[in-house]
């Protein structure tokens, strides 16, 4: 089946630093590339997809990269917030099901 | 709109003892998911279903089965649960497959003593 690998596993950035968390596939096939923000408690959530026909997607403070040729896509967040702490997680496509990366904790101190 | 109901929020289970995890859909989506948490291994799954009446196997099925007998409920049983079943289970749902954006419930802590 599709292999998802994220890294890194912890991100602890400044408030209004940017952070970036990066994430490889491995099925060629895979069209769709989403990122989902979990917060404490809660389940997983949509902040941003990609498809295949594009290769970056913005969405005010945070965008998408996608390199389809080398598999990999990131997820930039600029002028990080408090707010942004969270567990970040990236998924691929791939047989006709969705596939998790490992997650991403990410921490902005005030 | 309530979006994906899962029930119960947590639950303590003595090894052995057979269980169902609940999972209700409100948004007519035709696939749904089952995922477990651990840490440091994110979310992976155990069982899919892409319409009512079909299912499959995803990552780590072992030790679990599943049933779609309708388009909104989605249950999971674990029918001897041992103490590695010990995680937290999300289930979520896609309007058109993996092409389109899953919804998760607000998981269900399982403890298995």
């Known amino acids: 089946g599709e292999n998802v690998e994220q890294h890194p596993s912890t991100l602890s950035v400044q408030e209004g630093d940017s952070a970036v968390i990066k994430c490889t596939y491995s099925?060629?096939?895979?069209?769709?590339f989403p990122w989902y923000k979990q917060e404490l408690g809660k389940g997983p959530q949509l902040i941003i997809d990609i498809r295949s026909n594009v290769g970056e997607k913005k969405d005010q403070r945070i965008a998408v990269t996608l390199n389809k040729t080398a598999k990999h896509f990131s997820l930039h967040i600029t002028e990080t917030q408090p707010e942004d702490s969270a567990v970040y997680f990236c998924a691929s496509e791939g047989f006709n099901k969705f596939y998790f990366g490992s997650g991403t904790k990410l921490n902005v101190k005030p | 709109t309530a979006g994906i109901t899962q029930a119960p929020t947590s639950q303590i289970l003595a090894a052995g003892r057979s269980m169902t995890l609940r999972c209700t859909q409100d948004m007519r989506h035709n696939a749904m998911y089952w995922y477990r948490q651990d840490l440091g291994l994110g979310l992976r799954l155990i069982h899919y279903?892409?319409?009512?009446?079909?299912?499959g196997k995803g990552e780590v099925p072992d030790g679990y089965s599943v049933s779609r007998a309708n388009t909104d409920d989605f249950p999971l049983t674990l029918a001897s649960a041992v103490p590695s079943q010990t995680s937290v289970y999300f289930c979520?749902?896609?309007?058109?497959?993996?092409?389109?954006?899953?919804?998760f419930g607000q998981g269900t802590r399982l403890t298995v003593v």
């Open positions: 099925d060629s096939a895979s069209n769709y």
């Open positions: 979520a749902s896609s309007e058109e497959g993996p092409n389109t954006e899953a919804f």
């Open positions: 279903s892409n319409t009512a009446g079909t299912t």
